[in-house]
């Protein structure tokens, strides 16, 4: 009894350190709630999509108390700060990407997941000549999927 109890705390300080290593690597100072939910995005070490809606339920169901409202805001400041990447399907469902190199992404239409494709696997051959006085800023590959029928 005594050693499940030690080895779950070890295991929320992996998680603590990990969030607050994620934080300090963007000179973000390690608040209650940047903390919370910096530790549901990195915690576990994998990279993950998540929608503001998505990370609010995750991190009630962990009891910290932190309002849609935060959980948008601190996103958006995530983002700002290098942490996250968002990636935006059909112009308005917003995903933060904790993998911020670029890579593609499969979207699923059926249950609006957002997972990543195999970036060995994409070549880009030709890109469209962009206007004068324009230059690409960045290209984003999202290939949707549907559930075949079967
Ligand atoms: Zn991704």
Redesign the pocket.
């Known amino acids: 009894m005594l050693k499940v109890e030690h080895e779950e705390r070890v295991v929320i300080s992996v998680v603590t350190k990990r969030a607050g290593n994620w934080l300090a690597s963007a000179r973000l100072r390690p608040t209650k709630q940047r903390m919370a939910l910096a530790e549901a995005l990195v915690g576990d070490g994998h990279?993950r999509?998540v929608t503001a809606e998505s990370l609010f339920e995750r991190v009630q169901r962990t009891g910290d108390r932190v309002s849609l409202a935060t959980v948008y805001n601190t996103l958006r400041a995530f983002c700002d700060a290098g942490l996250l990447q968002e990636?935006t399907v059909d112009g308005s469902r917003s995903y933060f990407?904790t993998?911020t190199h670029d890579?593609p992404?499969f979207y699923w239409e059926d249950t609006h997941e957002?997972?990543?494709a195999p970036v060995d696997q994409l070549k880009i051959m030709q890109l469209p000549e962009v206007p004068e006085g324009a230059e690409i800023a960045s290209v984003d590959v999202i290939i949707r999927l549907r559930r075949k029928l079967s």
């Open positions: 990279h999509h990636v990407d993998n890579h992404h957002l997972t990543d």
